[in-house]
């Protein structure tokens, strides 16, 4: 069975970091590509960045790019997300997503002064 678990959120000022963390278990990891998605309250599902199975490249919403930041740890199976100066909008619930495999459930950042 596969499972995703996402960590790291919470509430920081605007200009702040976090690094969310999703620990992938019940699946073979390697290279595997990975994608973060988020949603605001009463807006729709928006991606937020997409990790190819080479590891090496990386997409990003228009909205994050320059500031967000994508990354893998194979050894420990876990999928990060580097937000660095966070806005108010980026204030969602974030989740990690294996594409066609399974979801997290999602972990709440709140960007607020």
């Known amino acids: 069975q596969v499972q995703l678990v996402e960590s790291g959120g919470g509430s920081v000022q605007p200009g702040g970091s976090l690094r969310l963390s999703c620990v992938v278990s019940?699946?073979?990891?390697?290279?595997?590509?990975m994608t973060w998605y988020r949603q605001a309250p009463g807006k729709g599902r928006e991606v937020v960045a997409h990790?190819?199975?080479?590891?090496?490249?990386?997409i990003y919403s228009d909205s994050v790019q320059g500031r967000f930041t994508i990354s893998r740890d194979v050894g420990l199976s876990t999928v990060y997300l580097q937000m660095n100066s966070l806005k108010v909008e980026d204030t969602a619930v974030y989740y990690c997503?294996?594409?066609?495999?399974?979801w997290g459930p999602g972990t709440q950042v709140t960007v607020s002064s």
């Open positions: 997503n294996v594409p066609g495999i399974a």
């Open positions: 019940g699946f073979t990891f390697s290279t595997s590509p």
């Open positions: 990790l190819m199975s080479d590891g090496e490249n990386a």
